[in-house]
């Protein structure tokens, strides 16, 4: 195999991972933030898909090295059967809300395009996402990849092309670079954004994926090459990733609205139906309805990794994996409330399991045995480490807020 062809053969895995960065959590969050605060949070998008950026690469790295997932190694040196579970319980609570938020995500957009009842489209969603999940479960992991792909383009087109209706002011984009909150809402939605980007999930699924692509097709490359590869790889998704999430966060700083009660995916569907006509309002819900289902097959996958990782050696049916989460998201749905608020929401809530992946992340990739020739060196430790901490203090500060 040549050179080039062989590079080309060993992309996939963070984009795969990177469609957690393109859910409908991430819509909601973005939109959200745009529509009622403008540019203001751009600066807080910006830095979480950097910091995406190291989180991915860092996976990537452990799953090269260790030719094991995330949840695997914590299965193995997490020695009390308790204590496994307790680590196994939030992980999944964490996959059960990222999934809560794609089934939610096809369902919202399924009601855009045909008017569907939001339980109809749920399962409609959990129906033909198992069916795209079939795919991996019968050993064709590239055909499976490249229906990822074609629905990231499916994705990023529909809402991108959402935005060409109007003219984002400049100097009012800049000016969203300077960190800045102005109240405790604007606060929570930068939480938000924080964990609708950097997705406890992606981590678990991105170092499984790189050790199966990466162990199984990397012999004979050197470490300096891999690394490189993988930093084009992960560079790719989280430019992917970025780009469509600034361009809803404009999108909604552009639409803009009073009343911060209404729905905001159904306002701005509204608003781009008004300026840019029907083609432009489907190709919006299109990329709505692309990304919950690319996102939720991905994210069942996560929960077959965290459960074979942490409580057995073998997975469960591909069926029961799907009615695990695709019951919390009817039981919500039947509750009546707002899908944009419950999206937003379930992103705060992915925010508080960011710790418990990063923290072993970056301890693993930081030891020597572990790692070998690709271990961290003391400043992408040291870096990663505040990142956690960061992140951590934020959570605990909403936490203070909400019972304050």
Same mark, same amino acid.
């Given at each position: 195999?040549?050179?080039?062809?062989?590079?080309?053969?060993?992309?996939?895995?963070?984009?795969?991972?990177?469609?957690?960065?393109?859910?409908?959590?991430?819509?909601?969050?973005?939109?959200?933030?745009?529509?009622?605060?403008?540019?203001?949070?751009?600066?807080?998008?910006?830095?979480?898909?950097?910091?995406?950026?190291?989180?991915?690469?860092?996976?990537?790295?452990?799953?090269?090295?260790?030719?094991?997932?995330?949840?695997?190694?914590?299965?193995?040196?997490?020695?009390?059967?308790?204590?496994?579970?307790?680590?196994?319980?939030?992980?999944?609570?964490?996959?059960?809300?990222?999934? !809560? $938020?794609?089934? %939610?995500? =096809?369902? /919202?957009?399924?009601? +855009? #395009?045909?008017?569907?009842?939001? *339980?109809?489209?749920?399962?409609?969603?959990?129906?033909?996402?198992?069916?795209?999940?079939?795919?991996?479960?019968?050993?064709?992991?590239?055909?499976?990849?490249?229906?990822?792909?074609?629905?990231?383009?499916?994705?990023?087109?529909?809402?991108?092309?959402?935005?060409?209706?109007?003219?984002?002011?400049?100097?009012?984009?800049?000016?969203?670079?300077?960190?800045?909150?102005?109240?405790?809402?604007?606060?929570?939605?930068?939480?938000?954004?924080?964990?609708?980007?950097?997705?406890?999930?992606?981590?678990?699924?991105?170092?499984?994926?790189?050790?199966?692509?990466?162990?199984?097709?990397?012999?004979?490359?050197?470490?300096?090459?891999?690394?490189?590869?993988?930093?084009?790889?992960?560079? !790719? $998704?989280?430019? %992917?990733? =970025?780009? /469509?999430?600034?361009? +809803? #966060?404009?999108?909604?700083?552009? *639409?803009?609205?009073?009343?911060?009660?209404?729905?905001?995916?159904?306002?701005?569907?509204?608003?781009?139906?008004?300026?840019?006509?029907?083609?432009?309002?489907?190709?919006?819900?299109?990329?709505?309805?692309?990304?919950?289902?690319?996102?939720?097959?991905?994210?069942?996958?996560?929960?077959?990794?965290?459960?074979?990782?942490?409580?057995?050696?073998?997975?469960?049916?591909?069926?029961?994996?799907?009615?695990?989460?695709?019951?919390?998201?009817?039981?919500?749905?039947?509750?009546?409330?707002?899908?944009?608020?419950?999206?937003?929401?379930?992103?705060?809530?992915?925010?508080?399991?960011?710790?418990?992946?990063?923290?072993?992340?970056?301890?693993?990739?930081?030891?020597?045995?572990?790692?070998?020739?690709?271990?961290?060196?003391?400043?992408?430790?040291?870096?990663?480490?505040?990142?956690?901490?960061?992140?951590?203090?934020?959570?605990?500060?909403?936490?203070?807020?909400?019972?304050?």
């Amino acid at each position: 195999m040549s050179p080039k062809r062989r590079f080309v053969t060993l992309l996939g895995p963070a984009v795969v991972a990177g469609v957690a960065y393109l859910d409908p959590g991430n819509v909601a969050t973005n939109l959200t933030a745009g529509t009622h605060y403008g540019y203001l949070l751009l600066w807080v998008l910006v830095l979480a898909n950097l910091v995406a950026w190291l989180v991915q690469f860092l996976a990537a790295k452990l799953g090269l090295a260790s030719n094991k997932s995330l949840s695997r190694i914590m299965g193995e040196r997490i020695k009390s059967p308790f204590g496994r579970f307790l680590y196994w319980l939030q992980a999944q609570l964490v996959a059960i809300a990222t999934d !809560l $938020a794609e089934l %939610i995500g =096809g369902a /919202v957009a399924l009601n +855009l #395009l045909f008017g569907w009842p939001l *339980i109809a489209g749920c399962i409609a969603t959990a129906v033909v996402s198992t069916g795209i999940l079939y795919l991996r479960v019968r050993g064709n992991g590239r055909a499976f990849e490249y229906f990822i792909f074609s629905l990231i383009v499916l994705t990023s087109f529909g809402f991108i092309s959402a935005i060409t209706s109007w003219t984002p002011m400049a100097t009012d984009f800049f000016a969203g670079l300077t960190p800045r909150l102005v109240n405790e809402e604007s606060a929570v939605l930068a939480l938000g954004i924080l964990g609708a980007t950097i997705m406890p999930h992606a981590v678990y699924v991105h170092s499984a994926l790189s050790r199966d692509r990466l162990g199984a097709l990397a012999t004979g490359l050197d470490n300096q090459r891999l690394v490189r590869i993988i930093k084009w790889d992960v560079s !790719l $998704a989280m430019f %992917i990733a =970025g780009t /469509v999430n600034i361009a +809803l #966060l404009v999108l909604g700083a552009v *639409i803009g609205i009073s009343n911060h009660g209404d729905d905001v995916i159904s306002t701005v569907y509204a608003e781009v139906l008004g300026a840019g006509g029907a083609t432009f309002a489907v190709l919006f819900a299109l990329a709505l309805l692309a990304s919950g289902l690319a996102s939720t097959s991905v994210g069942t996958y996560a929960g077959e990794v965290i459960f074979d990782g942490l409580l057995v050696k073998r997975s469960l049916p591909l069926v029961v994996r799907r009615l695990i989460t695709l019951i919390p998201a009817l039981g919500v749905l039947s509750l009546g409330l707002g899908a944009t608020d419950v999206l937003v929401l379930s992103q705060v809530f992915l925010s508080f399991g960011i710790p418990f992946a990063l923290f072993p992340l970056i301890r693993l990739t930081s030891d020597k045995a572990l790692m070998g020739k690709l271990v961290n060196n003391a400043i992408t430790s040291g870096i990663g480490y505040l990142v956690a901490s960061g992140l951590t203090a934020l959570n605990l500060w909403t936490v203070y807020q909400f019972w304050a």
